[in-house]
């Protein structure tokens, strides 16, 4: 099922001096199975969409339908909290509890699950972040080195085995090497459990490598939702809103300009690799 | 999480945002004591009427002020009651006096007896319960004046300034300034990591509002401890961050902005004391001036 927002405005602290629209008149349709990035600067109001997404904050005007379930209208809280699972900024300075595999354990306990079915989930979660069950679950998550902790909170919100998995800004804070890391093992959970994916990112090449379609905000207004390859053309009002296009594509760009006849439309990096490998070779032949 | 005004400065330019805060510090002291000498309806009011003028003054809206008696109505109810039912049961009568002209009623308004037990309700009680719960919101409507109209940097400048006799006794005041500069500046922040936290664990389904006491205490661990490790965190980095920046006490330190207490200062102060004077006249008598006295 879609998730269907539309006509989302939301303003923090109405009706005083420190009132300020977070949202305005957002429409957008999210498919299942998509990677869907979110990119903006700080207080464009990228946070403030996805926390509506499950209910953390309350609609006060516009629709929001997710999975059928209609927030508008009274709802299940848990049932619309287990299907969205929400992983925030630094989720390792959310962890708690005294062992992982309680701290992992938190979300599915609550949802009200069986001993059994949530130990299964505990073990499942951790092993799908890479996490060694046996080593690590009676360990307290404060021992855990940076990148484990991310891992272990990841699996946190994972084990409730939500149908759409919520990300801000996942790879903050992390060396390349770990961006990375993080980067692939969310590839690996979307393939192994068919979620929808959503990203939060102010870095346009980690959501260009990865996501489906690309939601641009700019202070509380959807400007764009488009796939990668299209947003590439859009350079110049990106500039003006302070993002960049894609380095591969503004590389290729570069290289047109210098006279190098590349092919047109390139945006990933692997692409780039191809078609400047290609050339070098011809160049040689 | 956010309503709790302490500490929170609300910026607008009035003559009391721009007061010298050492004047707004004692001003806000003798104003305190000075509540716990009112005795009478009549200057309970017309505290109130001085105390909704200087709201006016401030340009804080009346609301914010109102807020700050939030977070301690449960206090405010609870002491009414126990006075309420708690004051001694005695069958002399209740004086009520207007004007000299004097009424007297059943001091017991209803009276349950038991065995060896007497339980009720006086006048007195009433008349106790309604006192303190307007001393109380006196209490803290005052001292939240203050710190809506100023900001912490300058109201901890005020009180190490105020307290600068006391280092002839080797007192720590810079440290103590230091420390209280620190707290006030990281409410915010803790405020809104709170929210943060709250928001993550409630997105793992975790339920903070309902079950007994014992439960809602409980289900608060998951945010607790969180917001304790993160604390600790942060305090070990100020503190490096600070020593990297040669911070080394008070000593040599100058400021920024040097505090200037002006005229106006002066004038605020005399009108308070004006003010205290006033209430403990009507309190003890003095110069026999029974008119405000005898106003109930």
């Given at each position: 099922?879609?998730?269907?927002?539309?006509?989302?405005?939301?303003?923090?602290?109405?009706?005083?001096?420190?009132?300020?629209?977070?949202?305005?008149?957002?429409?957008?349709?999210?498919?299942?199975?998509?990677?869907?990035?979110?990119?903006?600067?700080?207080?464009?109001?990228?946070?403030?969409?996805?926390?509506?997404?499950?209910?953390?904050?309350?609609?006060?005007?516009?629709?929001?339908?997710?999975?059928?379930?209609?927030?508008?209208?009274?709802?299940?809280?848990?049932?619309?909290?287990?299907?969205?699972?929400?992983?925030?900024?630094?989720?390792?300075?959310?962890?708690?509890?005294?062992?992982?595999?309680?701290?992992?354990?938190?979300?599915?306990?609550?949802?009200?699950?069986?001993?059994?079915?949530?130990?299964?989930?505990?073990?499942?979660?951790?092993?799908?972040?890479?996490?060694?069950?046996?080593?690590?679950?009676?360990?307290?998550?404060?021992?855990?080195?940076?990148?484990?902790?991310?891992?272990?909170?990841?699996?946190?919100?994972?084990?409730?085995?939500?149908?759409?998995?919520?990300?801000?800004?996942?790879?903050?804070?992390?060396?390349?090497?770990?961006?990375e890391?993080?980067?692939?093992?969310?590839?690996?959970?979307?393939?192994?459990?068919?979620?929808?994916?959503?990203?939060?990112?102010?870095?346009m090449d980690e959501?260009n490598e990865h996501?489906?379609?690309?939601?641009?905000?700019?202070?509380?207004?959807?400007?764009?939702?488009?796939?990668p390859?299209?947003?590439?053309?859009?350079?110049?009002?990106?500039?003006?809103?302070?993002?960049?296009?894609p380095t591969s594509a503004r590389i290729a760009?570069?290289?047109?300009?210098?006279?190098?006849?590349?092919?047109?439309?390139i945006h990933k990096q692997d692409e780039l690799i191809a078609e400047v490998?290609?050339?070098?070779?011809?160049?040689?032949? | 999480?956010?309503?709790?005004?302490?500490?929170?400065?609300?910026?607008?330019?009035?003559?009391?945002?721009?007061?010298?805060?050492?004047?707004?510090?004692?001003?806000?002291?003798?104003?305190?004591?000075?509540?716990?000498?009112?005795?009478?309806?009549?200057?309970?009011?017309?505290?109130?009427?001085?105390?909704?003028?200087?709201?006016?003054?401030?340009?804080?809206?009346?609301?914010?002020?109102?807020?700050?008696?939030?977070?301690?109505?449960?206090?405010?109810?609870?002491?009414?009651?126990?006075?309420?039912?708690?004051?001694?049961?005695?069958?002399?009568?209740?004086?009520?006096?207007?004007?000299?002209?004097?009424?007297?009623?059943?001091?017991?308004?209803?009276?349950?007896?038991?065995?060896?037990?007497?339980?009720?309700?006086?006048?007195?009680?009433?008349?106790?319960?309604?006192?303190?719960?307007?001393?109380?919101?006196?209490?803290?409507?005052?001292?939240?004046?203050?710190?809506?109209?100023?900001?912490?940097?300058?109201?901890?400048?005020?009180?190490?300034?105020?307290?600068?006799?006391?280092?002839?006794?080797?007192?720590?005041?810079?440290?103590?300034?230091?420390?209280?500069?620190?707290?006030?500046?990281?409410?915010?922040?803790?405020?809104?990591?709170?929210?943060?936290?709250?928001?993550?664990?409630?997105?793992?389904?975790?339920?903070?509002?309902?079950?007994?006491?014992?439960?809602?205490?409980?289900?608060?661990?998951?945010?607790?401890?969180?917001?304790?490790?993160?604390?600790?965190?942060?305090?070990?980095?100020?503190?490096?961050?600070?020593?990297?920046?040669?911070?080394?006490?008070?000593?040599?330190?100058?400021?920024?902005?040097?505090?200037?207490?002006?005229?106006?200062?002066?004038?605020?102060?005399?009108?308070?004391?004006?003010?205290?004077?006033?209430?403990?006249?009507?309190?003890?008598?003095?110069?026999?001036?029974?008119?405000?006295?005898?106003?109930?």
């Open positions: 099922m879609p998730i269907v927002i539309e006509n989302l405005s939301y303003t923090y602290s109405p009706n005083t001096v420190f009132a300020h629209d977070a949202l305005k008149n957002v429409h957008m349709t999210i498919d299942d199975g998509e990677f869907v990035g979110i990119i903006g600067h700080t207080g464009s109001g990228k946070s403030t969409l996805v926390l509506h997404l499950n209910g953390l904050i309350k609609l006060t005007s516009g629709k929001i339908l997710v999975n059928d379930i209609d927030l508008s209208k009274k709802y299940d809280y848990k049932k619309l909290r287990s299907t969205v699972g929400i992983v925030f900024q630094y989720p390792e300075y959310q962890l708690f509890d005294e062992t992982v595999e309680k701290d992992i354990a938190f979300g599915p306990k609550n949802l009200g699950l069986s001993k059994e079915e949530v130990a299964y989930r505990v073990r499942t979660a951790m092993e799908m972040v890479g996490l060694d069950y046996e080593i690590i679950k009676d360990r307290s998550p404060f021992e855990l080195s940076g990148g484990q902790k991310r891992r272990a909170a990841l699996a946190g919100v994972i084990a409730m085995h939500p149908k759409i998995l919520i990300l801000d800004e996942p790879t903050a804070g992390l060396d390349p090497k770990g961006k890391n993080i980067l692939e093992l969310v590839h690996s959970i979307k393939k192994a459990s068919q979620v929808t994916v959503i990203m939060i990112s102010h870095n959501i996501c489906t379609r690309v939601a641009v905000l700019n202070q509380g207004e959807l400007v764009y939702y488009l796939k390859s299209e947003l590439v053309e859009r350079s110049l009002e990106l500039g003006k809103m302070g993002l960049d296009i760009r570069r290289l047109r300009k210098k006279g190098i006849n590349i092919k047109t439309g490998l290609k050339l070098y070779k011809g160049e040689r032949a | 999480m956010r309503d709790i005004a302490l500490g929170q400065y609300y910026p607008a330019n009035s003559i009391i945002h721009r007061m010298d805060p050492r004047a707004k510090i004692i001003i806000a002291l003798m104003y305190m004591v000075s509540i716990f000498f009112i005795n009478t309806y009549t200057v309970y009011v017309l505290t109130f009427l001085v105390l909704f003028l200087l709201v006016l003054l401030s340009k804080v809206p009346i609301k914010l002020i109102l807020k700050s008696v939030k977070p301690i109505l449960f206090l405010i109810t609870f002491t009414a009651v126990i006075n309420l039912f708690l004051t001694p049961l005695e069958n002399k009568p209740y004086v009520i006096d207007v004007y000299f002209r004097q009424w007297t009623v059943n001091n017991i308004i209803f009276e349950l007896k038991w065995k060896f037990i007497r339980f009720g309700m006086t006048w007195t009680g009433v008349n106790n319960a309604l006192k303190m719960a307007l001393r109380l919101t006196l209490l803290v409507m005052g001292p939240s004046l203050l710190t809506l109209t100023t900001t912490p940097v300058t109201l901890t400048d005020g009180v190490e300034s105020l307290m600068k006799p006391l280092r002839i006794i080797r007192f720590p005041v810079h440290e103590l300034a230091l420390i209280m500069s620190i707290t006030l500046k990281f409410i915010p922040n803790i405020i809104e990591e709170t929210d943060k936290i709250m928001m993550a664990q409630r997105a793992r389904c975790a339920d903070f509002d309902s079950g007994n006491i014992f439960k809602k205490a409980k289900a608060l661990l998951p945010v607790i401890i969180p917001l304790f490790v993160n604390s600790l965190r942060r305090a070990e980095e100020l503190a490096y961050a600070m020593d990297s920046r040669c911070y080394r006490g008070s000593k040599g330190r100058t400021k920024m902005k040097e505090l200037k207490f002006g005229l106006k200062d002066f004038m605020a102060l005399l009108l308070a004391a004006g003010f205290s004077f006033l209430i403990f006249m009507a309190r003890y008598n003095w110069f026999s001036l029974n008119i405000i006295y005898s106003l109930v």
